[in-house]
T-cell receptor
Framework: DAMVIQNPRYQVTQFGKPVTLSCSQT?????MYWYQQKSSQAPKLLFH???????NEADTPDNFQSRRPNTSFCFLDIRSPGLGDAAMYLC???????????FGDGTRLSIL | DQQVKQNSPSLSVQEGRISILNCDYT??????FLWYKKYPAEGPTFLIS?????DKNEDGRFTVFLNKSAKHLSLHIVPSQPGDSAVYFC????????????FGGGTRLMVKP
C-alpha cells in the first residue's frame, strides 16, 4: 500500500543534542509537510516543500530545519532541542495544495 | 488567534445514534474544508471534504454541512459505531494562502455500545 512512513515512532534526545526525524512516502506526491502537535492542541504547520521549493512558516523557530534530498524523503532537523520542543511531529504529503493531505503516524519526541 | 475552532473537546454518543461534530472559523477567505479522524498512536486520516461552492457533501455514513454565512461546518455520522471513537479534527484552507491547512483543536468522540 502506498503510504507515508515516519521513523522512528519514538525518539528520545538530550537537551541541546541535535536530532533528525525522517519521513518517506511512496505516493510520489509533490508536496511534503511537517507539523508539530503538542498535547490536546491542533497540529501546527512548521514548513513544507513543493518539490524542491522550501517554504518556512513565519513563526517556525530557526532551531528547526528541513531537508528534502529527493521526492520520497524529507527530514526534520532540530539543531538544539529545548524542553518546549517535546511534541508529536507529523509528516504529511499531498499531490497538490488543494488535495487532502496524507499523514504518517508521527514521531513522538521526548527531551531529557 | 485561532482561525479554526472546535469548541467541544469531547462528545459522547450512544451506538446507532447520530454524532454531530461542530467547527467554526473566522477567516472568510477559507474555501476548502476537511475533516480528519485520528486514532491513538496513529496519524490523522482524511475523512471527508467540502468546497465552499457546496453546502453539503455526503460519503456513506458521513455528511459534512457548510454554512458560509455563519462560518460554521459540521460533521454528521449516522449511525454512529464504536469504531468511530476517535479524535476528529476540522481543517480549512484558503486558495490565496497556498492552500495551507489550518487545524482546529479536535473533538474526542466516544461512541458507547
Amino acid at each position: 500500500d502506498a503510504m507515508v512512513i515516519q521513523n522512528p515512532r519514538y525518539q528520545v534526545t538530550q537537551f541541546g543534542k541535535p536530532v533528525t526525524l525522517s519521513c518517506s512516502q511512496t505516493l510520489n506526491h509533490n508536496v511534503m509537510y511537517w507539523y508539530q502537535q503538542k498535547s490536546s492542541q491542533a497540529p501546527k504547520l512548521l514548513f513544507h516543500y513543493y518539490d524542491k521549493d522550501f517554504n518556512n512558516e513565519a513563526d517556525t523557530p530557526d532551531n528547526f530545519q528541513s531537508r528534502r534530498p529527493n521526492t520520497s524523503f524529507c527530514f526534520l532537523d532540530i539543531r538544539s532541542p529545548g524542553l518546549g520542543d517535546a511534541a508529536m511531529y507529523l509528516c504529511a504529503t499531498s499531490g497538490r495544495f488543494n488535495q487532502p493531505q496524507h499523514f504518517g503516524d508521527g514521531t513522538r519526541l521526548s527531551i531529557l | 488567534d485561532q482561525q479554526v475552532k472546535q469548541n467541544s473537546p469531547s462528545l459522547s454518543v450512544q451506538e446507532g445514534r447520530i454524532s454531530i461534530l461542530n467547527c467554526d472559523y473566522t477567516n472568510s477567505m477559507f474555501d476548502y474544508f476537511l475533516w480528519y479522524k485520528k486514532y491513538p498512536a496513529e496519524g490523522p486520516t482524511f475523512l471527508i471534504s467540502i468546497s465552499s461552492i457546496k453546502d453539503k457533501n455526503e460519503d456513506g455514513r458521513f455528511t459534512v454541512f457548510l454554512n458560509k454565512s455563519a462560518k460554521h461546518l459540521s460533521l454528521h455520522i449516522v449511525p454512529s459505531q464504536p469504531g468511530d471513537s476517535a479524535v476528529y479534527f476540522c481543517a480549512a484552507s484558503a486558495g490565496n494562502a497556498g492552500n495551507m491547512l489550518t487545524f482546529g483543536g479536535g473533538t474526542r468522540l466516544m461512541v458507547k455500545p
